[in-house]
């Protein structure tokens, strides 16, 4: 069924203006654009608005009013896979995989989304996830379009970790609508696929025009987890930015501009099976609608101008965007080893459990000086920046990212300015020196930077992302990006030590470590340390609350 024109005149000359754009190979310039217009500097920090109008915060959840709302079970199965080797997981399923239930599907959703710690601050208490998030305003919503789940019926759903629900919004099996949209026939017969969306408002209520970077951070460190628990479970899985954007929208049933879906992971996928091309596009209307929200939403022009001009509008656009990820392969291959190359000794083996890892994550708020070591320093590198299974790489041994980092205090490394070789898994020492201060700097005059042991700086080549995979390409180095934070956190508290992201001043960043860093552009930032205190670890809520008639 053909989409009707938006009513609102605002969103429908954002979309018009979308598909007439030249902006480059899908949007390229539109994505330059917002990343130069959103970097933090000394004078911007100092120079924007602060105010925040608490009157009209967003309600932290969204949920649905009406359809079938289904309760999930509170004794779901906990992966009890070591930590280090379920991040390690190369996507390939094991002799060993489960067959997908109501207490699997629970137990991914909740270590994917779910509420880990309730605090009361001041007049209202917040709820935190177990994967972190930026400002705690958690806008990443999930959909589960399930197939084959024992206990589920197939059906398209919307996750509420709030009173930790599925609500169903189509009925019946809509895997090849998706397997339709992103080209890929596996989809149609992966057990269930989650659709990521973010619900921009929740974040740019803080964060204005960078909040959609954050799109992509957050749901990256909820992916880090989210992959972490289907390797524990033994399954396969394959993770896809690429598709149809009209088309997903509206099969979870957001405008792709309010709330917009960006990443599709396959749970139990299977490569080369499957089709695509008999799948009927035809949806039809939802079975429930979602609660309104508190005040009102501001829309902030460049971020809806950036993801509308990124867009992939046709099954075409779907398989030139993917057919020209194989001209990644060069990219990293010329990684400027213009230091002195610093062999690490071997990882650990043994960790924590995934879930009691998991659980344990918060983002630390103090870091004493005291050192880690270089096995724990190594360790970090190597299962944080270790395969990764998506559309938007050639081979999972490929990465986007160009790791930088400060070291401060690891015992058997000399402090200095490094970056490091996953293909090698050698750190290159750029510049040796006592850099806390300037680490602390360049973390927007944060002590958490200054104090940390060691402080990750990801970085990557923007320029020829841009060029192989436009504007859309953004989207998934952003992604990335979210992912290798979310799996320094983990790969941090399963060794027993503490870590926090931070944002930062983007070209004074690269600045820091050029010549190495010459041409690249910052990502995300992660320190990691110890602890100034006594970290708890958080506990399975759910059933944290009940929602009202109204999110007021």
Known sequence: MKRPAHPDPYIAG????????????WGAEAARKYNEETKHSYVS?????????????????????????????????????DALRALSCRGSESAAAKALNTSLLSSLLYFTAGISRVERLGDRRVYFRVAPATGALYSTELYTVVGEVEGVSPGVYHFDPGEFTLHRLRRGDYRGVVARAAQDGGLSVSPVVIVFSAYGWRNAWKYRERSYRHWFWDGGAMLANSVAAVCSMGLNHRLFTGFVDEKLNELIGVDGLDEAAYAVLAVGYKDGLGRFDSADYGLGELEASPA???????????????????????????????EAV???????????????QTPMPGPATQSKTLWETILLRGSTRRFSRKSIDASQLSTILRHSFGPLNADFLPSPNHTLIRPHLIVNNVDGVP???????????????????????AAGYLCLEQPLGRDAAVVFFNMADLDSVLRVLGGRGYRAVQLEGGIRLGRLYLSSYALGLGATGLTF????????????????????VVAIGHPDYSAKPGKIFTRALTHPAKAF
């Open 292 to 322: 309104p929200q508190r005040g009102k939403p501001h829309r902030y022009w460049l971020v809806t101008e950036t993801h509308t001009a990124t867009a992939l509008h046709s099954e075409g656009d779907v398989v030139t965007w993917r």
């Open 14 to 25: 954002v979309m018009l203006l979308s598909r007439i754009s030249t902006q480059g190979r």
């Open 45 to 81: 920090i100092r120079t924007a608005p602060g105010f925040l109008d608490f009157a009209n915060k967003p309600y932290p959840f969204k949920y649905y009013v009406g359809g079938e709302k289904s309760q999930l079970p509170d004794d779901f199965w906990k992966p009890s896979e």
């Open 415 to 437: 402090s200095g300015a490094y970056s490091y070789d996953p293909s090698t898994g050698n750190l290159i020492l750029l510049k040796k020196g006592h850099f806390r201060e």
């Open 326 to 340: 194989k001209q990644l392969e060069d990219i990293g291959k010329d990684i400027r080893r213009l230091g002195i």
């Open 505 to 524: 001043y983007d070209d004074d960043c690269v600045e820091f470590f050029s010549p190495s860093s010459e041409g690249l552009e910052m990502i995300t």
